[in-house]
């Protein structure tokens, strides 16, 4: 990848640190479905989001998940940068929801690059800040909201990041990304449909009008 294409999707880094980018730098390439962290892994590199989509969840002891956010063109995973840092385990899991490729920065050059690069430090520390938000947003709807206004959320959080009125998912993935039962989160889509917010079809869910997300 060269100087330009990189600078299109992350216009503040300086010059030089482009060119050590494209220098040191790897690109990757990811099929959808294709796990791009796991739970327990140690990372020797940080990567850049170039294409693509990429959902970052957690999951329990019995396999359930619960999903936190996605990253798209231009971030970076905040938690995987704090892994690297300190050289601890990841505890988060990543997937590729669509055909994805990222720029993968080594381990060394992500911390020379902090003391040498003011543009690569803001932006660490802006997608840290901007993950804590994201979570924040979560947590609330997790410990103060119903799960009629969790579900609503949810559904347009995709519809925003996935830049379409049809969302792919069945009850069954809502339900476990919810932590909720298929039968829960049937009922409530049931509800929405009948109240004209969207329009139920097999494994995919049409968007009529959500209500818009929270903001900080």
Known sequence: MVI???QKLFPGFETGLLQEMEQHSEIREFRAGDELMKTGQYFRSTMLILNGLVKVY?????GNEFFMYYLEPGEACALSMVCALKQESSEIMAKAVKDTEVLAIPLNYMDQWMTRYRSWTN???GTYRARFE???VTIDHIAFRAMDE???FYLKKHQQTLQTNNIPLS?????DELNSSR???SRLLKKMEQLGKLRLHRNVIEIIQLSG???M
Do not use: C, G, Y
Request: glycine share 0%; charged share 35%.
């Open 4 to 6: 330009s294409e990189i």
């Open 123 to 125: 932006f660490v520390l």
């Open 58 to 62: 957690r999951e329990d002891d019995q």
């Open 183 to 185: 039968e829960v989160i």
């Open 171 to 175: 009850h069954q993935e809502i339900a």
């Open 150 to 152: 969790r579900l609503e």
């Open 213 to 215: 997300l929270p903001t």
């Open 134 to 136: 994201e979570l924040l």
